[in-house]
């Protein structure tokens, strides 16, 4: 059985940091191009960043270059997102997601456009 699982949302202050976790079981790292999408309030999907591993690739929005860094770890089972200097427009659930190959849907209307992904993490940026 596959499971995402997302941790680490939080409500911090503008310019804080924060690190999103997910924890995946069920499948294996290197079949995967692995995803972070986030749904703000009111609105739709955003793709945030990628990571294929077997091509040492990653791509980010340009909403969050330079702020935010895609990784796993080591043993491959866990996807992060850190995120530094944080933006109230970045407030949103912030979903993991997987989708089989080295392939990246940077529009994205539905989760189901993805093979796999989890419940989502509440990360909230305010004042």
């Known amino acids: 059985e596959v499971q995402m699982v997302e941790s680490g949302g939080d409500s911090v202050q503008p310019g804080n940091s924060l690190r999103l976790s997910c924890a995946v079981s069920?499948?294996?790292?290197?079949?995967?191009?692995l995803n972070w999408v986030r749904q703000a309030p009111g609105k739709g999907l955003q793709w945030v960043s990628s990571?294929?591993?077997?091509?040492?690739?990653?791509h980010y929005s340009d909403s969050v270059r330079g702020r935010f860094t895609i990784s796993t770890d080591n043993a491959k089972t866990t996807l992060y997102l850190q995120m530094n200097n944080l933006k109230p427009e970045d407030t949103a659930v912030y979903y993991c997601?997987?989708?089989?190959?080295?392939?990246?849907?940077?529009?994205?209307?539905?989760?189901?456009?993805?093979?796999?992904w989890g419940q989502g993490t509440q990360v909230t940026v305010s004042s």
């Open positions: 069920g499948f294996t790292f290197d079949d995967y191009t």
């Open positions: 997601a997987a989708s089989r190959g080295n392939i990246v849907h940077f529009i994205i209307s539905s989760l189901t456009q993805y093979d796999y």
């Open positions: 990571i294929y591993i077997p091509a040492h690739k990653t």
